[in-house]
């Protein structure tokens, strides 16, 4: 099923990845009620995971464009959690990104920004959200960024 959403999205040039597996005892996401909360979503590109430390080996625009493939895959995730219908999606109510850097980076927000701008510029005023950008000592398997959410589903 294609839903308006995703049509808007292929217009776009995006085509939204198959929702990853999990990789290890926990659930992609959980439904309750009107809201999902889909697992943390790590930084995986087309040529596979994307890693790196900011403040050292990456930069703030790496890192955001590292964020806005954890978007896809949540989006991704989001989708399987509807069923495949999109268009159920009120809006994204908040965005919990982490940053794999160093001590003393302190651009958090600006790579997490690679995800909240991409939610809003793909989903226009249902994707502004609430959201928290912190700094993470390392991510599983050395990604550069992990970003969770939830969402508001009718």
């Known amino acids: 099923m294609s839903s308006k959403l995703e049509q808007s999205l292929n217009e776009m040039g995006i085509t939204l990845p198959a929702a990853p597996a999990p990789a290890a005892n926990y659930v992609p996401f959980v439904v309750t009620g009107n809201t999902v909360y889909v697992s943390g979503q790590i930084s995986n590109g087309e040529e596979g995971l994307i890693v790196g430390k900011l403040g050292d080996n990456m930069t ?79 991510l599983p398997l050395g990604v550069a960024v992990e970003i969770e959410g939830i969402f508001e589903i009718k």
Request: hydrophobic content about 45%.
């Open 60 to 138: 703030t625009e790496e890192g955001a464009a590292a964020a806005r493939t954890c978007a896809l895959s949540l989006l991704a995730q989001l989708k399987a959690a509807c069923d495949g219908d999109l268009d159920r999606l009120v809006r994204v109510v908040k965005l919990v990104g982490f940053v794999n850097s160093t001590a003393d980076y302190t651009e958090q927000p600006k790579v997490i920004n690679g995800a909240s701008d991409f939610m809003v510029e793909a989903l226009g005023d249902i994707g502004r959200h609430a959201r928290s950008a912190v700094s993470a000592v390392s």
